[in-house]
Structures are given as structure tokens and as C-alpha cells.
């Protein structure tokens, strides 16, 4: 009798671990894509989290779809497609047979940023020529300024 509780308790423990799914990240011009593996069981509930952890997708098991974050382009049980890039995503399916899978998905944002568009001013590419051009714009007339008080003094 105690050996059956036993086997029945590890089946139980068994069902409740969540088993951990490869996430393939790719980024192109229209945004990007967060990728699990494809799965066979039916009627699962999923999700997809930010790095904080609150829900930007939810999938119900008839394909209800809620999208909780505005940068969500399309989601789905197996896909995620954002608007702009987030280094961080989580996914988690729950399935009637029990199974449980979960993802991690990393993904390094600054490494494949657009080119910038032609005619962006330097100061909102680099912000450091932005700096340098309103100290100098200062001094310029920190310069002028006291050029004319001099002058007026004499």
C-alpha cells in the first residue's frame, strides 16, 4: 500500500515540473520574432511575459486572443512578434494532459539596430556632439557678452 502512495506522489510531482523549451529569437525590419518549438497537444492556455513578468499575450485553449502590451504585432501559441525589441520574453504553456513547458527567451537588442534614417540630426544619433554643440554655443556667447560689458565700461 505505502509503495503505490509513493509511486503515485512521484507521478504527481512528475506532471507538476515544467519541462524547458528552446527559444529561437530573430530580429528584421518589421520587428521582432520570438519562436518555441512546434507541439501536438491541443487546447493549451499560453502565455507570453515581459522581463517583469506581466503578461503581454494570453492565449485561452479556443484561441481567444488578448493582448495586454501595445507592442505586441501578432501572437500565438507558438509565436510572439513585437514591434520593438525586448531582450527579455518568458512563455508558458499549460496543457490539459498535464504538461507544462516553459521558455526562456534572450535576445541581445543593441547588436542588430536598424541604420538610421538619412537626415537625422547628429545631436539625436549621438548625444554627446548635442552636448558639445550647446557648450560651445555657451561659450560663444559667455564670450560676447562680456566683450560687450567691457566695452561699455570704457
Same mark, same amino acid.
Given at each position: 500500500m505505502m509503495r503505490w502512495r509513493i509511486l503515485s506522489l512521484l507521478f504527481?510531482? @512528475?506532471?507538476s515540473r515544467a519541462t524547458v523549451l528552446p527559444c529561437n529569437v530573430t530580429q528584421d525590419a518589421e520587428g521582432t520574432h520570438y519562436r518555441v518549438p512546434e507541439f501536438?497537444? *491541443? =487546447?493549451?492556455? %499560453?502565455?507570453? $511575459?515581459? *522581463?517583469?513578468e506581466h503578461v503581454v499575450a494570453n492565449l485561452g485553449s479556443h484561441g481567444a486572443e488578448q493582448v495586454a502590451w501595445p507592442q505586441v504585432a501578432r501572437a500565438g501559441n507558438r509565436t510572439l512578434d513585437t514591434y520593438k525589441c525586448s531582450p527579455l520574453m518568458y512563455y508558458s504553456r499549460t496543457?490539459?494532459?498535464?504538461? /507544462?513547458q @516553459? &521558455?526562456?527567451?534572450?535576445?541581445?537588442?543593441? /547588436?542588430?539596430l536598424p541604420a538610421?534614417?538619412?537626415?537625422? $540630426?547628429? &545631436? &539625436?544619433?549621438?548625444?554627446?556632439?548635442? %552636448? $558639445?554643440v550647446l557648450v $560651445? %554655443?555657451?561659450?560663444? %556667447?559667455?564670450?560676447?557678452? /562680456?566683450?560687450? &560689458?567691457?566695452?561699455?565700461? =570704457?
Open positions: 504527481v510531482v @512528475q506532471l501536438s497537444d *491541443a =487546447h493549451c492556455d %499560453v502565455q507570453w $511575459l515581459n *522581463a517583469t496543457c490539459p494532459s498535464g504538461a /507544462k @516553459q &521558455a526562456t527567451c534572450t535576445f541581445n537588442c543593441s /547588436k542588430n538610421p534614417e538619412e537626415g537625422v $540630426l547628429l &545631436a &539625436a544619433t549621438c548625444p554627446l556632439a548635442g %552636448v $558639445l $560651445l %554655443v555657451l561659450v560663444l %556667447v559667455l564670450v560676447c557678452y /562680456k566683450r560687450r &560689458a567691457s566695452l561699455n565700461r =570704457h
